[in-house]
């Protein structure tokens, strides 16, 4: 899979003292006691790629449900299109735990995220699978209205929450390996399944608009 290419860029090394808030920054990607590790460079192209998508999407989608009755077929295209980048995301970040405790060498080489991470990962991806789950329904039923709401509302507000530490933890080391990525010229694997998963997106788009149930607000 994307996770079999490995290498040490200068950046994953551990980071020089520094004070204030770039150190803040630090503790937060690192923890507190960092330490030079080889870095599985497919699966963290994967992982930055599809987060930074979905975090673009994000904030659209928050946008969008601000403004819900006016912008409902908007709001439903963009979390149709999220579904299949989500799917990515929680492959990769999934088959990285799953080759770390199963031994396998590159990622045992890497070693664990710290304790933050680990500790937000979980809570993380079950309040995206809900909010996502819940919307799909809503949808289906055509309605904002009932159990399913109120589950959606609780979802996303804690997904936001969750979010703004998972990006202070994670948005600077995504934003450099995505940028690296970009911009080298010839195309990896990692960029070729966000290709595709892109072209999934726009499926699930069209789908969510073209087959809205008829609205009963």
């Not at 040490?8 to 003292?17: I, N, R, S």
């Not at 990515?88 to 664990?112: E, M, N, P, Q």
């Not at 530490?165 to 994670?170: K, N």
């Not at 010229?185 to 960029?191: G, L, Q, V």
């Amino acid at each position: 899979m994307v996770g079999t290419a490995s290498g040490t860029p200068a950046h994953d090394a551990a980071p020089p003292d520094r004070g204030g808030f770039g150190h803040a920054l630090d503790v937060l990607e690192d923890g507190p006691h960092p330490r030079r590790t080889q870095q599985v460079i497919g699966n963290l192209i994967l992982t930055s790629h599809a987060g930074l998508i979905i975090l673009f999407g994000l904030v659209l989608l928050y946008l969008s449900g601000l403004a819900f009755t006016p912008l409902r077929p908007v709001h439903f295209a963009l979390g149709f299109a999220l579904i299949p980048i989500l799917v990515v995301k929680l492959a990769s970040t999934a088959w990285r735990a799953i080759s770390y405790y199963f031994h396998r060498d590159a990622y045992r080489a890497a070693g664990a995220p710290w304790l933050l991470p680990r500790t937000l990962a979980l809570p993380l991806s079950a309040a995206a699978v809900l909010a996502t789950a819940s919307g799909v329904v809503l949808w289906s039923q055509g309605t904002d209205h009932g159990i399913w709401a109120t589950i959606h509302t609780d979802s996303v507000i804690a997904l936001g929450g969750i979010v703004l530490v998972h990006l202070a933890v994670y948005l600077r080391k995504a934003v450099r390996a995505s940028a690296k990525s970009l911009a080298a010229t010839a195309i990896n694997r990692p960029e070729k399944v966000i290709v595709w998963a892109l072209v999934a997106a726009m499926v699930a788009g069209a789908i969510a608009t073209g087959l809205e149930p008829t609205w009963h607000p």
